[in-house]
């Protein structure tokens, strides 16, 4: 009898070690093979700890924003423009490391699963953890398709600032003051989305013809996988 609670509970010593250590080993393998900031770390520690290793670049999922871009396109007048749009002379198509390479770690950092799409985000806020403006860089399978641009807590001398700095930018005179969302495209179909409302100023960016960002918004917009977005945290980690 004392021999079988020996065995017992040597079991179940090993089977708890086995249960904590594991998970460790695996995320430490994880980490020296494809670093901690990749989706497969990331992604691993959330379905392990049920949170996020890092503070969140955003508060909802990444598909709402490429909605909304798609919606603003669908809906605004576009304002042609000669000169090249481009976010933080990051051309899209650019990989995910390439960005990293460029401007190093980000102080907040999502991923986020949906079907066979892997997303990430990285936030870069300038000036200061704290500050008021910051770049958003979205990569859909490791390549980038669309950048923010934000500046919050604005008054209203900053926010004609920096509409008449864009303005001046890419020519455009014609503007009526009441429209506080415009598109800007230029001739390789690159899009800026201008929206404007009270002390924030969101500029968006992506490009039309990007096979990826069209395949994703179209199948999302699909009412069924709408409401499949609502269970998106729950495939984290099913990769």
Avoid: W
Avoid at 17 to 38: A, D, E
Avoid at 42 to 49: F, K, M, P, Q, S
Avoid at 64 to 83: M, N, P, R, V
Avoid at 97 to 111: H, I, L, M, N
């Amino acid at each position: 009898m004392a021999t079988y609670l020996k065995i017992v509970f040597a079991a179940f010593v090993i089977i708890y070690v086995g249960i904590k250590i594991v998970p460790f080993v695996h995320l430490k393998i994880l980490s020296l093979f494809y670093g901690i900031y990749s989706p497969q770390y990331v992604l691993a520690y959330n379905r392990i700890h049920k949170r996020n290793p890092f503070s969140e670049a955003i508060k909802d999922d990444a598909i709402s924003h490429f909605l909304s871009l798609k919606e603003s396109y669908q809906t605004k007048a576009h304002i042609e423009t000669t000169q090249e749009i481009i976010f933080d002379h990051t051309p899209f198509g650019t990989s995910r490391k390439e960005v990293s390479a460029q401007r190093g770690d980000p102080k907040f950092y999502t991923v986020q699963k949906f079907n066979n799409y892997i997303f990430v985000v990285k936030r870069y806020p300038i000036g200061g953890k704290d500050s008021h403006y910051s770049k958003s860089f979205f990569f859909i399978n490791d390549r980038f398709v669309y950048g923010e641009l934000v500046y919050t807590c604005l008054d209203k001398e900053q926010s004609d600032s920096i509409t008449k700095s864009l303005l001046t930018r890419y020519n455009i005179t014609h503007l009526k003051n009441d429209e506080y969302i415009f598109n800007v495209k230029d001739t390789n179909n690159n899009l800026l989305v201008y929206d404007f409302s009270g002390q924030k100023i969101i500029l968006r960016y992506s490009c039309l013809n990007n096979p990826l960002l069209k395949e994703v918004t179209q199948y999302a917009a699909s009412p069924f996988q709408h409401h499949e977005r609502k269970n998106i945290e729950v495939v984290l980690g099913e990769i």
